[in-house]
């Protein structure tokens, strides 16, 4: 059975940097990325990979160039570096995996079959 587990989420300060981390049991997947989830707004698109190491990563608009999706294969882990952190960053933060989709529905979270359970970031002014 296919498992992802998050870490590395934490409080920070306007301005500062954050890694977070997803090791999954699988490399098996057409899409892998990060979606995120403030409280009382619907799940949006962060960044995602088609296929597992396998191109240049997608970003929305609003973290592009701040963020950066990475993986390592040695370790089933895929990473996603959080850079100039903001307060609209603050959200809980979902790794995703699809192994169904097209690659015209990367960026819909409906699109990906397994999470993980999610790590809280909270960015302070």
């Known amino acids: 059975q296919v498992q992802l587990v998050e870490s590395g989420g934490s409080l920070v300060q306007a301005g500062g940097s954050l890694r977070l981390s997803c090791v999954t049991s699988s490399r098996n997947f057409r899409a892998v990325g990060w979606f995120r989830q403030a409280p009382g707004k619907e799940r949006e698109f962060v960044s995602a990979l088609w296929g597992w190491n396998s191109g240049r990563p997608r970003y929305a608009d609003s973290v592009q160039g701040r963020f950066t999706l990475s993986v390592d294969s040695a370790k089933n882990t895929m990473y996603l570096q959080m850079n100039s952190l903001k307060p609209e960053d603050t959200a809980v933060y979902y790794c995703?995996?699809?192994?169904?989709?097209?690659?015209?529905?990367?960026?819909?979270?409906?699109?990906?079959?397994?999470w993980g359970q999610g790590t809280q970031v909270t960015v302070s002014s």
């Open positions: 995703a995996a699809g192994s169904t989709l097209i690659l015209s529905s990367i960026r819909n979270s409906a699109s990906y079959n397994y």
